[in-house]
């Protein structure tokens, strides 16, 4: 990469990046596939009705929003870290590992 807008410190961050995605891209594609294998079945037959997702602008009160929404066990959502492993299988290994009968 050569690029006048770029410092050559820039341009080994932006191609170890680039190295680093797709190294990764077939794990995240078997993991998603060892999701599909074992839980296809079960995710098919849940119905996600009605969902709702809060967006907000800064200091809009989003905070307090959520804190109202957490009191109904109506509401689920996933944590940040499951956000980044989305994958069943790896949750259950951790459940299991981490559970206080173990």
Not at 1 to 15: A, D, T, V
Not at 62 to 81: E, G, H, K, N, Y
């Amino acid at each position: 990469i050569r690029s006048k807008h770029l410092s050559k410190r820039e341009q080994l961050n932006l191609i170890l990046t680039v190295i680093q995605h797709t190294a990764s891209s077939p794990v995240a594609g078997f993991c998603w596939l060892v999701d599909e294998v074992l839980y296809s079945r079960q995710m098919n037959r849940k119905a996600v009705v009605a969902p709702l997702f809060v967006m907000s602008a800064y200091r809009s009160a989003s905070t307090q929003m959520a804190r109202l929404l957490a009191q109904d066990s109506a509401f689920v959502w996933p944590s940040a870290i499951m956000c980044a492993f989305p994958y069943l299988w790896v949750w259950k290994i951790v459940a299991c590992v981490f559970s206080d009968s173990g």
